[in-house]
């Protein structure tokens, strides 16, 4: 019996930008006669469609008038008060005027959990095949070497991937053109970016770990569409980029989250634990005051913005989205970018079709579509925003004033990026205190485990551990005796343990029942120890409004 | 010659989303559904049956709203390949014995009945996760009149159109023999679901499911009076919440294991959390309206108990099933008798035991074919006996014998039959639609939602049937010396009642007893079988050097894995152990289990996972590996930490 199913389109993730291709793509092959009957299969890891899906999120909704004119959108709440709010450690005070870029004048709260099952079911209605609950765990290709499509994950294996009883070999899925659009560190679009070498000439892509917390609270600790965005504690003296946002939604919820990049020198900086600190500030705790948390999770994002951005095409394949890094600073806003970057490779790959050539030759159309498109301008505004804040706060402000006066080029041109886990240090090498000293007093509301209950997560037992040191040996020769195995701090879900027997031997143990799927282990772990690799279909957070 | 696998499923809400509407029904309409767990079980044993068979006809049935489909597309995309769902609104409500007769309804309109030309094998869950009866697969069977193996946790064929299972019986295992058509009934520990391929997933959803309806099928009028819940034997009375008697668990904290066993003791020696009783609320108690007293009961009379033989002796849930039938005599009043059937070969003589436990009547059925236990003829029988003697109750053990043998003797008298009760009181039932009052009526009380609610079943077809929980209620006094009447019944045995083929019984011997002498007990599960569970003896053996009755245990999957003989297995097949201290080292705590330790006096938790549902209903709890604990608490205990005891 045959294990393979053929489709025109296989698009690998179902997010805003993979909805946008499909939708997109569905509406251009049903507008051209001669490919009315192509197909298109979209397949997403989580066990239903949005399940996976975490941001802010204040959305920019000219997009969704581009991509479905007419249609009504399901957001949350129209943003009706806005301020940017400087946090000291007991103070705060609101800026008089928005930063640049970042006001958010006619743009909308909303649950891009909710927003992608709205997508998910129009794409459905288009007559796109939308399957989730299946992990796409290798890339297919063929004897020209282009790619060819992809291949589930097999299920019904022991921790050693000795076939079970149950075995149940994964799906190959053959299709013309591949679209990743697997979101934040995919780790397909992460093998085909070394493959082809796509990263080639082009800044490291550097990440942020973004914990964020849904809570039910009084009517009148927050109103809808009411968002705040902070800065400074507790990240400026982390020495760490980054800021926090409260945003109300009905139905008395609020949405509050603490984003800060991945850069940290310090091993043992914990992004979790800065983000129960900044929860205690004044000014944060008083919207929370007498609530209820309802929904915990994190999930990195991709701001190394234009200049770290893979070439996003291969023969047969595109990459859009968090997986190609359309995320512009320092509004922290990808999903519209996302959703036209998914827009474009739909139109080039209608295009493909109609020359029926798959090769590079026609589908670096996209790569001219976005560089001629709103969201080049956008991007390439900022361009430098991100790299200006890797030397702290101050030089980063500094730099980005004068990016505003040089319509971003700053005062250097071009601005380098250092890969994260590069940034990190040996524990020896770190100059000032610990975080985890620093901190060691503090005691978080609830703990990791309990977070990681509140997001819902669960995984299949009998699976190989998809959390994989890649180098035993170093790890416990390297990472832990230097790096004090940085992992157990900055993992937001305590998969991670570093042991100590009674003898004094450590070793690290992976709880990867706990994953969140946030990737920060395969961006932030020294040495490159860590990969991130899909487990079975349908694992993972389970988001309901996140 | 072709075979067919036919899946039996059912559709129930995620056990942590369960909701009952204010009928004491399931309110379908908020939770997420899943296939019930038992049911994914049949469904992979069915999968697995077609490796010998690759050309079978793969089926899957199942009955309810349409909301259904989902599960039924799921299976399909699995490896079913026809799926089929008896939707109707006449069958909203329907008790067991209604949906086993709709369901065998159903499988006969689809051409598969005792006498079919084609093989088929019908595979079905043990039981629901939102009803916990197992009484379905025992009812299809009975009324297709095929030959049944319930709670089995493996089948395999060798080919011929015979099929060995593997039955979980007390303390141990049976292999039997069947030959097709016949029904089996999977427990949840045999190979484990396997999850749908995407090629099967974008086969499922192109898939036609075929709903019917109880017209379509062919359900005569006769028939459609005995469906829903009008025609439902049993109905759900009340449904109260069971709220648990042992405090929050107090979790040791601390890093690093030594940290954590001195917090432990530290707070085992405060004694642990106490429970905050919520003050209940006083039910106003309502006068019964004015209604004319029926006594709907005829010529029924008498309370009539099965007792279970094992390894020669009368197995100990049959004596205590004598508490509650003694209790419902008295009830009754004074001339009620208690008649109880003996089954067997060379067993007269056990007669004088049941007289010594409460006894009124023993009626012994003696046959060389009746050695051992054997669903078809002990059904045949005690259906006979029922004819004759008319009791009112008849009541069983709810054993992995007496929960089928009860919905399978229940299916042939008509009787609705309420399983696995905790409690079982003689009271009344207002009619408020025929004003009346029926008294006396028998309320059995049974956990029910994941033993969160209890819910009180009474059934208006006598007898009324019910199965008692072991180790539920206590062995009645023994009274040396008390006889009563001894009659022989010779009931006519069936040739095809034994198709059934006992192929080998295995029974764990030895460390039972001191199992429930034991004042502390050390249970390993799963997470302890990394050094064969020697940490867990050496820490039992420790405690003993110090001079306590101290015993070791484990759960199921250890027994499972060869780790440990069958007779040191807690929870599952009814051991329930009642030591003052019981240490789950490495036990998740699945629903079985917590049953088993009930009764235990404290109960302290070793696990990694701070999620697992064990801590929720320990005392005490230690988060970290045992690798580490054990070693730590051992070294304590050879110092004199002795648990308090």
Redesign the interface.
């Known amino acids: 019996m045959t ?3 053929k489709t025109d389109v296989l698009i690998i993730g179902g997010g805003p930008s993979g909805l946008a291709a499909a939708i997109h793509l569905a509406d251009l092959f049903k507008g051209n006669p001669a490919l009315k009957d192509r197909k298109i299969l979209l ?1 997403d890891k989580g066990a239903s469609t949005g399940s996976h899906i975490l941001s802010g999120a204040v959305i920019k909704p000219q997009v969704f008038k581009d991509l479905l004119p007419d249609i009504p959108v399901p957001f949350d709440s129209k943003v009706s008060k806005e301020a940017v709010v400087m946090l000291g450690a007991k103070s705060s005070f609101k800026m008089p005027f928005h930063p640049p870029y970042m006001g958010n004048k006619g743009n909308y709260c909303a649950s891009l959990g909710e927003i992608c099952r709205f997508l998910a079911n129009i794409a459905a209605e288009k007559g796109v ?1 939308v ?1 989730s ?2 992990a796409m765990s290798e890339v297919l290709y063929d004897e020209k070497g282009y790619v060819r499509g992809a291949k ?1 994950i097999d ?2 294996v022991n921790h050693n991937g000795e076939h ?8 190959s ?1 053959e299709a013309d053109i591949t679209v990743f659009a697997e979101g934040t560190r995919g780790s397909l679009a992460k093998k085909i970016i070394q493959k082809f070498d796509l990263q080639k000439g082009r800044n490291e892509q550097v990440y942020s770990l973004g914990c964020k917390e849904v809570w039910a609270v009084p009517e009148s600790n927050i109103k809808a569409g009411e968002i705040y965005h902070t800065m400074g504690y507790p990240a400026a003296n982390e020495h760490v980029f980054g800021g926090g946002f409260i945003y109300g939604l009905k139905d008395n919820k609020v949405a509050v989250g603490l984003v800060l990049g991945l850069e940290a020198k310090d091993p043992t900086f914990d992004t979790f634990k800065a983000f129960q600190i900044w929860k205690t500030h004044p000014f944060v705790a008083k919207f929370l005051r007498d609530g209820k948390l309802i929904e915990s999770g994190a999930k990195t994002l991709p701001e190394g913005g234009y200049y770290s951005q893979p070439k996003n095409y291969v023969n047969s394949a595109l990459i859009v989205g968090d997986s190609a890094g359309f995320l512009a600073m320092p509004a922290l806003k990808g999903i519209h970018l996302g959703m036209y970057s998914g827009m474009a490779a739909a139109k080039a790959i209608a295009y493909a079709f109609e020359k029926n050539d798959f090769s590079e030759n026609t589908l670096v159309r996209y790569a001219e579509l976005i560089a001629s498109g709103k969201v080049h301008k956008e991007m390439y505004a900022v361009r430098n925003f991100r790299q200006g804040f890797n030397k702290g706060m101050i030089a980063g402000i500094f730099h980005f004033g004068t990016q505003i006066f040089t319509c971003g080029a700053g005062l250097c041109g071009k601005l380098k990026t250092v890969a994260d886990d590069l940034e990190t240090l040996p524990v020896s090498a770190v100059r000032k205190t610990l975080f985890k000293e620093k901190y060691a007093t503090f005691t978080p509301a609830y703990d990791k ?1 309990t977070a ?2 509140y997001a819902g997560v669960s995984h ?1 037992e ?1 699976q190989i551990p998809h959390l994989h040191i890649n180098n035993q040996e170093i790890y416990n020769e390297k990472n832990i005796p230097l790096y004090d195995a940085p992992c157990q701090y900055y993992c937001p879900a305590e998969s991670y343990e570093l ?4 003898n004094g031997h450590k070793e690290l ?1 992976i ?1 990867f ?1 706990n994953c969140l799927h946030c990737k920060t282990c395969d961006i932030k772990e020294p040495l490159g120890g860590i990969t991130w690799n899909v487990p ?3 694992n993972g957070p389970d988001y309901k409004y996140m | 010659m072709s075979l067919t696998i036919i899946s039996l499923i059912k559709q129930v809400p995620l056990p942590t989303e369960m909701r009952m509407g204010e009928d004491g029904l399931m309110d379908r309409t908020k939770a997420k559904s899943i296939i019930n767990i038992d049911c994914q079980f049949g469904l992979e044993a069915g999968l697995q049956l077609k490796k010998q068979y690759p050309d079978a006809r793969m089926i899957v049935c199942s009955m309810g709203p349409v909301s259904f489909e989902n599960a039924l597309r799921t299976a399909l995309s699995m490896g079913y390949d026809e799926a089929y769902l008896l939707s109707d609104r006449k069958l909203g409500g329907s008790d067991t014995y209604a949906t086993g007769l709709a369901i065998s309804t159903l499988l006969k309109y689809l051409g598969f009945t005792k006498d079919s030309k084609d093989r088929f094998i019908i595979f079905a869950g043990r039981q629901t996760s939102d009803g916990d009866t197992a009484h379905v697969p025992s009812q299809v069977a009975e009324c297709l009149g095929i030959p049944q193996a319930t709670f089995v946790e493996k089948v395999t064929s060798d080919g011929n159109f015979t099929v060995n299972a593997r039955r979980i019986i007390e303390g141990g295992y049976q292999m039997l023999k069947l030959p097709l058509p016949c029904l089996i009934s999977l427990t949840p520990t045999g190979i484990k679901p396997r999850k749908p391929s995407l090629i099967g997933a974008v086969k499922a959803r192109k898939a036609e499911i075929k709903v019917l309806s109880v017209d379509e099928i062919g359900m005569t009028s006769e028939q459609q009076k005995l469906i829903g819940i009008a025609g439902s034997p049993t109905i759900v009375a009340a449904v109260e919440n069971i709220e648990s008697d042992r405090p929050p668990v107090m979790l040791a904290a601390g890093q690093g294991e030594q940290q954590l066993v001195e917090n432990f003791i530290a707070g085992f020696a405060k004694g642990g959390n106490v429970l905050q009783k919520k003050e209940k609320a006083v039910k106003e108690k309502k006068d019964a309206p004015d209604f004319p007293v029926m006594d709907k009961r005829g010529d029924n009379k008498g309370i009539l108990t099965w007792a279970e033989v094992v390894g020669g002796q009368i197995a100990r849930p049959s004596l205590e099933l004598l508490t509650p039938a003694k209790h419902l005599a008295e009830q009754l009043g004074g001339d009620t008798k208690i008649s109880t059937v003996l089954t067997g070969k060379n067993i007269k003589h056990l007669a004088a035991t049941l007289f010594e436990y409460g006894s009124d009547e023993v009626i012994i059925v003696e046959d060389e074919k009746l050695e051992e236990y054997l669903v078809l003829p002990f059904s045949d029988i005690i259906t006979q006996i029922i004819r004759e003697k008319k009791p009112e109750v008849a009541l069983f053990a709810a054993t992995t014998a007496g929960r089928e043998l009860a919905p399978r003797t229940g299916m042939k008298t008509g009787s609705g039959v309420t399983a696995d009760c905790t409690g079982l009181e003689m009271d009344i039932y207002i009619d408020r639609k025929n004003k009346e009052i029926v008294r006396p009526i028998l309320h059995s009380r049974r956990p029910t939602y994941g033993e969160s609610k209890l819910a009180t079943i009474i059934g208006f077809v006598y007898p009324q049937i019910s199965t008692a929980r072991a180790g539920t209620f206590p062995l009645p006094p023994k009274q040396n010396g008390r006889t009563g009447i001894t009659s022989e019944f010779k009931p006519v045995l069936n040739t095809e009642d034994f198709v059934t083929q006992i192929v080998e019984t295995v029974r764990g011997q030895g460390g039972l007893q001191s199992l429930f002498d034991a004042d502390i007990i050390i249970a390993g599960g799963r997470g302890t079988v990394g050094d064969g569970l020697r940490k867990i003896q050496e820490l039992a053996q420790a405690l003993r050097d110090k001079g306590l009755k101290a015993e070791w245990a484990c759960s199921r999957v250890v027994v499972d894995g060869g780790y440990a003989e069958y007779a040191r297995q807690i929870g599952q097949t009814g051991k329930t152990v009642r030591p003052k201290i019981y240490v789950a080292v490495g036990i998740s705590g699945a629903i079985q289990h917590l049953s088993g330790i009930k009764e235990a006096g404290k109960i302290i938790a070793v696990n990694n996972n701070s999620k697992a549902p064990i801590f929720n209903n320990a005392d005490f709890g230690i988060v970290g590996n045992y690798e580490d604990i054990i070693p730590e608490l051992i070294e304590k205990v050879q110092n004199g930490f002795t648990f308090g005891l």
């Open positions: 294990n393979t199913i397949v095949q399957y609950g299946f589930c299920t019904g079970l009883e149950n075995f149940v070999e994964g799906t899925v485990v990681v209950f299949d009998e042991h100590t027997g009674k143990r709880h029942e079975n279909g349908g």
